[in-house]
């Protein structure tokens, strides 16, 4: 894991890591892929151009438990054999990410609003010891329904644990609907802000953008105890078009035709963000 990552190999790694959950997904005739797609980004950001050595990271959303082992793939982490056992019977790669099976996954996600509190009590013991480890949290949107989550943030605020950073997967919808029709958030960031955060925005599929964020978010931490929560604007099943924006992409699997679409359209998205970022750097 490093923090020197360049645009353009953050997006190869990303559309590897789309193409394998992919993959995974179809075998399983599983759902979640949208919840997958929407948060790829945040963990290939995350996992190869912020985290260091001794940082830990909790999936909140245990729901994209695809993208996660996927990510860990890509790093080296999981085997492609171990990749191929996705939801099979007796697998260690479960719908849901497991306890104890990997030192990559700490705790077992999925029952909704736990991720952050495990990140506070493991920043709060890290602090107790002296030990400079971060804590990088994502949690869904929906999930901040879960009073547990509002909780934990009060918690880290009074402990001003900034050695937790906290990242929200924005993309507006949940398992039975859009937030907020079914528990309105806004507004998010002045709730945050008067839990004791500080907060910063960003556009959650941009890793220019990402790169902007982690530098303003070291700034901060550097300046303040306060602790820091990333609101990322995200789309759920980004980057297929009859996914994207949907309540369905939360469930459905893909069938054949949808399978090669979905492949397809995300490759063609690659080249032209890829000439995007040549462009720019």
């Not at 605020?157 to 997967?169: K, S, Y």
């Not at 958030?185 to 709730?191: F, H, V």
Request: charged share 20%.
């Amino acid at each position: 894991m490093t923090q020197s990552r360049p645009p353009n190999e953050l997006l190869g790694r990303a559309l590897s890591v789309k193409k394998r959950f992919l993959a995974m997904y179809k075998k399983a005739n599983a759902g979640h892929i949208g919840s997958s797609l929407s948060c790829t980004e945040l963990l290939v950001f995350l996992r190869f151009a912020w985290m260091q050595q001794g940082d830990r990271f909790v999936l909140s959303k245990g729901h994209a438990a695809g993208a996660l082992y996927s990510v860990l793939a890509e790093e080296g982490r999981l085997t492609p054999e171990e990749t191929e056992t996705f939801y099979e019977e007796g697998t260690l790669l479960p719908a849901l990410p497991p306890f104890g099976a990997f030192d990559d996954i700490p705790f077992a996600t999925g029952s909704l609003g736990y991720g952050l509190s495990i990140c506070a009590g493991m920043a709060l013991g890290a602090k107790f010891k002296g030990e400079s480890k971060r804590f990088f949290c994502v949690t869904s949107d929906g999930e901040l329904n879960e009073g547990s989550v509002w909780e934990a943030a009060l918690f880290i605020a009074h402990h001003r644990l900034n050695n937790v950073i906290w990242m929200i997967d924005r993309n507006k919808i949940q398992a039975i609907g859009r937030t907020e029709d079914v528990l309105g958030l806004e507004p998010l960031s002045d709730k945050l802000t008067a839990f004791g955060f500080r907060v910063l925005c960003v556009n959650g599929h941009d890793f220019s953008a990402l790169i902007t964020a982690r530098e303003r978010c070291e700034s901060l931490r550097k300046a303040s105890d306060q602790p820091i929560a990333i609101i990322a604007d995200t789309v759920k099943g980004h980057g297929v078009s009859f996914m994207e924006n949907t309540v369905d992409c939360h469930y459905l699997p893909l069938d054949d035709a949808q399978y090669a679409q979905a492949v397809s359209e995300l490759a063609s998205s690659y080249e032209h963000i890829r000439s995007g970022y040549e462009d720019a750097f």
